[in-house]
């Protein structure tokens, strides 16, 4: 008879899931004991990379990975990580081993104690199967609730004792819908709005790249005539920033992003929240006399909307339905709505922002994927490193430091396994750097053609930015000195380099770009602030 695990194993392989990223534990080890030749294991060293590894092999891959870690203790150490994933909307499903079932009413020690609520809220569904023989099916509807909309992740709690047990029925594999389309009347009511509407303006979030929508938004976009925003925190680009039509990213304040929608009397969100606000900052939430529309897959953006109507449903199924009942309307003006960026003193030292992301954007080759966790100098980036490609660039959608070292090796396993093969750069601030450093080790020991660009000003920069916007003045524990990030990171593994000019960096960088491993770039960088809110 096969056992549990012959089973789980087979369902896995059926289903394609045959990566499995994991930190092993001794209550993992039954399940992984006699790994299969035809899976493979990816080390992390800690449970936050882990699931940040898998959530970025899964965004780029468009498929669930399965992310194994280590009963409670893991769990507990991956939190930061589960909750980028969830509002990321990445289908992982999470494993984590619990103690023997002949022990668990005693509670010894690493016993996941109500293992299934622990990661709640921040997963769609938690299960500790009741009996052995549901191991098998509750792996397939962990799958088919993580790919339902909206995606996210799920998370199964495995006694160590199952595994070797007899199987009493076949996995059975099934499929389940990924998209919803919306309401036909409803869509209707939308483009009777929007051509209704006197001077509409659009704004994109992040579903649009997670829904392959990037044409479809160029085409409604163009359409209407109108200009185009990305939401606050948007995760992954919606829209070409090179577009004409493109005007910029909006501030995540009800004030200021309600005066730059001024003289619109209606807003369009599509695969966005309304909005991701932080900080707080006051006035009104749309100007006088505007109506929003809010086009969403997931019922929870919609119902805690400030304002606006909603419509459930995935963006390109809206856009695709849309599109046809659109009045076309002319451009207003041919010229770009996003002005060029000011040129850069290349020379100044410490290097300021905006020269390293000039020098950078100058380097870029034709196809790459950019990872983001640099907060401080996130609009310089913006201004200079303009995406104008769908599937490029990511960041993450929580605001939780640590997910963008270690995603970017997901990301940069994916390119490999896909075959597209783009090398991948990872823009972190020095404070960033140290939550998942361990990342690195599964960089380099997965040989990753993966550029990490380390921007060391030594201090968080993004904090003494809200301690100005603020007005609350010394604050401690903002400055970050004594960190040799070049060493630390020679230490995992990676080809590592420290610069202090654009000279040096440009000779890195394109060296990075030839040696097809994982590289660390050091940036001693000046303390200059950004504009918080842009």
């Not at 080890?29 to 790994?35: I, K, N």
């Not at 020690?109 to 009741?130: C, F, G, H």
């Not at 309600?258 to 932080?278: C, M, N, T």
């Not at 993450?396 to 963008?404: E, K, P, Q, Y």
């Amino acid at each position: 008879m096969p056992t549990i695990k012959d089973e789980t194993y087979e369902l896995l392989r059926q289903l394609g899931l045959t990566t499995i990223v994991g930190n092993p534990g001794s209550t993992e080890e039954p399940f992984l004991a006699d790994f299969p030749d035809d899976f493979e294991y990816v080390l992390a060293l800690q449970e936050t990379n882990v699931v940040a590894i898998a959530d970025g092999l899964s965004q780029s891959l468009r498929k669930p990975v399965v992310a194994n870690i280590h009963t409670g203790a893991g769990l507990g150490n991956a939190m930061g990580a589960v909750l980028t994933a969830y509002q990321n909307k990445t289908p992982l499903i999470i494993t984590a081993g619990q103690q023997t079932r002949d022990m668990l009413l005693l509670e010894p020690l690493l016993t996941n104690i109500d293992a299934a609520q622990m990661p709640r809220p921040w997963v769609k569904w938690s299960y500790e199967p009741s009996r052995a023989e549901d191991v098998p099916a509750a792996f397939m509807r962990a799958l088919a609730v993580a790919m339902q909309p909206p995606m996210g992740p799920v998370f199964l709690s495995l006694p160590l004792d199952d595994w070797n047990k007899e199987a009493t029925f076949p996995a059975v594999v099934r499929s389940v819908a990924t998209r919803q389309a919306g309401d036909p009347e409803r869509v209707s009511k939308f483009a009777n709005t929007i051509n209704d509407s006197r001077n509409p303006v659009v704004l994109y979030g992040a579903d649009l790249a997670r829904s392959q929508a990037w044409e479809a938004g160029v085409l409604f976009a163009e359409k209407l005539g109108a200009p185009v925003w990305t939401t606050p925190f948007c995760e992954r680009t919606p829209f070409p920033e090179t577009h004409k039509q493109y005007a910029g990213v909006l501030p995540a304040a009800i004030g200021p992003l309600s005066s730059k929608l001024e003289g619109h009397d209606l807003v369009i969100v599509v695969g966005a929240p309304v909005f991701r606000y932080y900080p707080y900052v006051s006035g009104d939430y749309l100007p006088a006399e505007a109506r929003l529309l809010q086009v969403t897959d997931d019922p929870d953006m919609a119902g805690k909307a400030a304002v606006g109507d909603s419509l459930l449903c995935d963006a390109k199924l809206f856009l695709d339905a849309v599109l046809p009942q659109i009045d076309k309307r002319p451009l207003k003006s041919s010229a770009p709505l996003r002005a060029a960026p000011e040129p850069a003193s290349l020379e100044e030292l410490p290097l300021t922002p905006p020269a390293v992301m000039s020098t950078l954007a100058s380097l870029m080759p034709q196809d790459y994927v950019l990872v983001e966790e640099c907060p401080s100098m996130v609009a310089e980036m913006q201004n200079r490193l303009r995406i104008d490609k769908p599937d490029c660039f990511y960041t993450f959608a929580s605001g939780g430091l640590g997910w963008g070292l270690p995603a970017a090796v997901g990301l940069a396993l994916g390119e490999r396994e896909s075959g597209r093969n783009r090398p991948v750069v990872c823009l972190m601030g020095d404070g960033s750097f140290q939550y998942s450093i361990q990342g690195l080790y599964t960089s380099a020991q997965q040989n990753t053609h993966l550029i990490y660009v380390v921007l060391q000003n030594h201090e968080y920069g993004i904090l003494k930015e809200f301690a100005d916007l603020e007005h609350t003045p010394n604050v401690p524990g903002l400055d970050l000195p004594g960190i040799d990030i070049a060493s630390l990171a020679r230490g995992y593994g990676p080809k590592t380099t420290a610069v202090s000019n654009t000279g040096e960096l440009e000779a890195a960088f394109r060296q990075a770009l030839d040696y097809k491993g994982a590289s660390v770039i050091v940036v001693e960088m000046s303390t200059k602030l950004g504009s918080l809110l842009g």
